[in-house]
């Protein structure tokens, strides 16, 4: 029996992904094109409408019933509009009617970038099961996004859950979104690593600064890279115990880059929530590596496109029936 599907779209800085997706979050066709962040919005509009046309031109197209899109953000639900901070050529750009479109007409909906994340995890992924859950991405940035009585919290706007603009040091660095001492602040990749280059570690032969290069000399013992990733599992902490004491989730899942630092994030996060999550009905909360792969976008787009109708799970996970590239 041939059951409806979704279109779904990840936009980013580096790359705009396309699928149609089913019922069960299985992928059956793909398309991407790089993002050409330095150029106009129109130019960037143009790279989304190649993805889209391209999955139209699949026979598949005809079983597709809406379009689910996971954006970089400051993103906008309500007025279907997307300010990505890495893509300057849109500043409130509508996104929302452009897609509608260059789909057909097909009903659209908008979450950004963490938030799709978060469906895909509670869909398929370290958060299903959880009624009440915190999801994020630590990563160049951190975002994050809601489970609350079992659905989906995109929030008036689609950015409920952007933990990384919580505020853990009241007088601490300039945050670039205008607060001082952001989760992201101290907590994301770039940040990891300046942290440590400003404490005195130093690179190997290959040079290589990022916070992947720092996890590695901090799994060696380095005691400043070890400082740097202790510093960022504090200030994680803290805002995910902020957030269970305001909402009482039970479990953090926590993806992106930095998250694959392992036990070299982890081990001191924990450690650090125990000091943070004191109260009674937070204690037993728990953190957890998410389990989606780079397909987490796409698969959180469609979640939230198919919104109010029953999700189902795959009896294998995500499985590409067909592949394109453009």
């Not at 963490?114 to 009624?131: I, K, N, P, S, Y």
């Not at 001082?180 to 280059?197: M, T």
């Not at 937070?282 to 959180?300: I, K, Q």
Request: a neutral charge; charged letters at 20%; hydrophobic letters at 45%.
């Amino acid at each position: 029996m041939h059951t409806d599907l979704v279109a779904a779209l990840d936009i980013g800085g580096t790359k705009i992904a396309g699928a149609l997706v089913d019922e069960h979050g299985r992928i059956l066709l793909r398309a991407q094109r790089p993002t050409p962040a330095r150029e106009d919005g129109d130019t960037v509009m143009r790279a989304v409408e190649e993805v889209v046309a391209e999955l139209r031109s699949s026979p598949l197209w005809g079983r597709a019933r809406a379009v689910g899109i996971g954006s970089a953000g400051p993103v906008d639900a309500s007025a279907g509009t997307v300010s990505p901070v890495n893509v300057p050529g849109w500043r409130g750009y509508p996104l929302v009617e452009r897609v509608r479109a260059a789909a057909a007409g097909l009903p659209v909906e908008l979450v950004g970038d963490g938030v799709a994340m978060t469906a895909a995890e509670h869909w398929q992924g370290a958060a299903r099961g959880h009624d009440n859950a915190l999801c994020m991405v630590v990563s160049t940035g951190v975002g994050g996004g809601l489970i609350l009585g079992g659905a989906l919290h995109p929030g008036p706007t689609g950015n409920a859950g952007h933990i990384g603009h919580i505020s853990v040091d009241l007088d601490g660095d300039p945050c670039p979104c205008g607060a001082r001492g952001c989760v992201e602040r101290i907590a994301s990749g770039p940040n990891i690593a300046r942290r440590a280059l400003d404490g005195g570690w130093r690179p190997g032969p290959d040079g290589d600064t990022s916070a992947a290069a720092v996890a590695v000399a901090a799994r060696a013992g380095d005691p400043v890279a070890l400082a740097s990733f202790a510093r960022a599992a504090r200030a994680l902490a803290a805002g995910i115990a902020a957030t269970a004491t305001l909402v009482e989730i039970d479990i953090a899942v926590i993806g992106g880059g930095v998250a694959k630092a392992g036990d070299v994030l982890f081990t001191p996060l924990r450690r650090a929530l125990r000091d943070y999550a004191t109260l009674s009905f937070v204690r037993e909360l728990t953190v957890a590596p998410a389990l989606m792969s780079t397909d987490a976008g796409l698969v959180g787009a469609a979640a939230a496109a198919l919104g109010g109708k029953r999700l189902s799970v795959a009896p294998t996970q995500t499985t590409v029936l067909e592949s394109r590239t453009g």
